[in-house]
């Protein structure tokens, strides 16, 4: 009796994943062994205070502690702690180098891309001037007035915590007739042919304009390409893609708003973004971040992060009924990243089931789902009223975050999951 192509197709996968499943069987024999000797290899500086470490294959966020730092990156910060430095002649070097590598005029090293939009806010109200930069949140007769390009953000705090007002448009018609007297500076978040014609507006009405691509490395080009272009500020966090430290960013552009930036930063005491201290460690990781992201064969590390999920794939479509798919978003956050969906109403297990079951385990699992548990439930991003948005229809795999290994744990946890939950609607 001939087989099924159903069948046929069921135990091709199965054929495709047996090496994979190979791996595991082996890998569950070791942790017995080792466990049953005592030397359970969970355990670390985090599980001894009672805290559990995550398998991450959502992406870079904050709230699970971004990346994993570039090897030479801890290295270059043991180095920096071991010597005392004035922070101002050190920021100012590092600005020197960073024009060097990246061939925009300046840059300093934030904490995090959030506090760069801060300095670059009080730096296009402020300048270098002492009498305003004490002023600030006070924004008496001074610019103040910042055009969100989009409508609001949930990180829009960092600019409206200088003293700064929120104008906001969502057309390159509405950019140009909200600039006025009181316009200290653009913000966007856009890419490509939008930026640019949002760049040329500005230009012409002689508005600064700060770019925010917090996610935007990988590729690391983007750090020289944005400075070509001429964008007056530009920034990018450092604990994202840049695999540099989770408190640090970099701000880049003009040489005199890159020095007033500073001006009203940590350490001068009595500037607005006092608080946002960045230590000299994290100013020598971030900046090493980038001399090794500068230096690195991006076609080599793609592939490796693309093997990672291929191997996921392949362990979860053993499942019937289990769809697949691999893409690289756009915008942010531009690692492979694996589509996994079933059909939830007929199983009867929804994306939140599978999230909360991966989260629910040992070791903890988390993916990309339709949650966000970092964010203030009252933010309300872009226009007022915003329409709802589509509810997504399957939970997704960020390839970066996966370190070498866990992605079998990973494949064979989700695959036991989703057979269960198929086996159940079945019976």
Avoid at 247 to 256: A, E, F, Q, T, Y
Avoid at 328 to 350: E, F, H
Wanted: hydrophobic letters at 40%; one cysteine or more.
């Amino acid at each position: 009796m001939p087989i099924r192509s159903s069948s046929r197709r069921s135990f091709v996968k199965l054929a495709v994943a047996t090496p994979l499943l190979g791996q595991i069987a082996a890998r569950n024999l070791y942790a017995q062994a080792a466990t049953a000797m005592g030397r359970d290899p969970r355990q670390n500086v985090y599980t001894r205070l009672g805290v559990k470490t995550v398998i991450n294959c959502r992406g870079t966020w904050t709230y699970l502690s971004g990346s994993l730092e570039f090897p030479e990156v801890r290295q270059a910060q043991v180095e920096a702690a071991q010597h005392f430095v004035n922070m101002l002649d050190l920021q100012r070097a590092v600005g020197r180098r960073l024009s060097e590598l990246t061939g925009a005029e300046s840059g300093i090293i934030t904490s995090g891309a959030a506090g760069a939009m801060a300095a670059a806010t009080a730096a296009c109200m402020a300048g270098a001037n002492d009498t305003f930069i004490w002023q600030l949140p006070d924004t008496t007769g001074l610019k103040h007035e910042v055009i969100m390009v989009g409508g609001r953000s949930a990180f829009d705090s960092a600019i409206r915590l200088t003293g700064a007002k929120l104008v906001l448009v969502f057309s390159e018609e509405e950019l140009a007739n909200a600039i006025n007297e009181n316009t200290a500076m653009i913000y966007t978040t856009d890419l490509r042919e939008k930026l640019q014609r949002e760049l040329a507006i500005a230009k012409d009405r002689k508005v600064p304009m700060l770019l925010d691509d917090a996610a935007g490395i990988p590729p690391a080009d983007n750090a020289k390409l944005y400075a070509r272009m001429g964008i007056d500020l530009y920034c990018f966090s450092g604990g994202k893609g840049l695999c540099g430290p989770q408190c640090s960013g970099v701000l880049l552009g003009r040489k005199d708003l890159i020095e007033a930036a500073l001006l009203n930063c940590s350490p001068r005491e009595g500037a607005v973004c006092r608080p946002m201290k960045v230590g000299k460690e994290e100013i020598i990781g971030c900046l090493t971040a980038i001399e090794t992201w500068l230096k690195i064969d991006e076609k080599k590390l793609y592939a490796e992060w693309n093997g990672r999920i291929e191997r996921i794939r392949k362990l979860v479509e053993t499942v019937p009924g289990v769809k697949t798919d691999t893409f690289i978003p756009a915008d942010g956050n531009r690692y492979p990243t694996l589509k996994v969906s079933w059909d939830q109403q007929a199983w009867n297990y929804s994306l939140d089931d599978c999230v909360r079951e991966l989260r629910a385990g040992d070791p903890v699992i988390e993916v990309l789902g339709t949650d966000n548990p970092s964010l203030v439930t009252s933010v309300r991003e872009g226009k007022p009223n915003p329409k709802e948005r589509k509810q997504p229809d399957h939970i997704e795999l960020v390839s970066m975050t996966i370190k070498p290994g866990e992605e079998i744990i990973v494949g064979q946890r989700l695959r036991a999951l989703l057979a269960a939950a198929q086996k159940k609607s079945k019976a």
